[in-house]
């Protein structure tokens, strides 16, 4: 993992412009496809929302990288503040009907803090990690919500 990391993590000045570009794309993708499914499902973050937030994350992952090119802390304080920041945008997206006794979007949260963690992955040059965690983030909710749907007679759209 050390070699990894180290190939992966250098720092801005150390990555081309391309290679910056390149992250930041690979982010925007990732997060176009959770968006895509979301707003699919007219779901309180769609598109925009969780292609800003997986395309901030890798930058602010990079930003960290940039900071701290010895790893002494300062990349992890950067990326425990982005997930704590996200947090924020995840309790705004659920919502407790007192009515129904029922809480709704806790998966739209779930995504959004998934959404962080793939484009945090992909700036600090995880590509496979974000991209398959991305991957993995649709299957559950594509995969599972039909499941839910169809053998547990839930009621909710995925």
Known sequence: ??????????????????TVALRLLVALVVGAAIGIE????????GL???VLITVSSAAFAMLGLE?????????SRVIQGAIAGVGFLGAG??????????VRGLTTASGIWIA?????A?????????????????????GLGWFERRFLGSKHEP
């Open 67 to 75: 900071l701290d090119p010895d790893h002494h802390g300062s990349a």
């Open 48 to 50: 925009r929302t969780h």
């Open 1 to 18: 993992m050390g070699a990894t990391l180290g190939m992966a993590a250098a720092s801005i000045e150390e990555m081309s412009n391309a």
């Open 122 to 142: 992909i700036g600090i040059g995880h590509w496979f990690l974000g991209v398959s965690t991305a991957l993995l983030t649709l299957a559950v909710i594509v």
């Open 93 to 102: 997206a659920i919502l407790r009907i007192r009515e129904a006794h029922e």
């Open 38 to 45: 979301r707003e699919e499902h007219h779901k309180t973050a």
């Open 116 to 120: 962080t963690a793939s484009g945090l």
